[in-house]
């Protein structure tokens, strides 16, 4: 019989280590997520604008609406609204 001691120690948790900084690092993320929402959206009520809807054109960011018209930093998109 092999002795467990030679195994490194990711194998003989059953992956659990790894699992736990993926989890981490996925809270972590998570984290920043909000704090940068929160600051996106502070900087809109600043400036007098609004974070509105997901861009139907490029998907790749969020609206911003300001005298009624809504545009996308990512792809230029512009609407009336």
């Known amino acids: 019989m092999i002795p ?10 059953g992956g659990r280590a790894s699992n736990e900084n993926l989890r981490n690092r996925v809270d972590e993320l998570e984290r920043t997520q909000r704090r940068l929402e929160h600051t996106v959206r502070g900087l809109a009520r600043e400036m007098e ?11 790749e960011a969020y609206m911003i609406q300001t005298d009624g018209v809504m545009y996308c930093p990512a792809c230029r998109n512009r609407t009336s609204i």
Do not use: K, M
């Open 4 to 13: 467990l001691t030679i195994f490194p120690q990711a194998r003989r948790d």
């Open 49 to 59: 604008a609004s974070v509105g809807c997901l861009c139907p054109r490029c998907d």
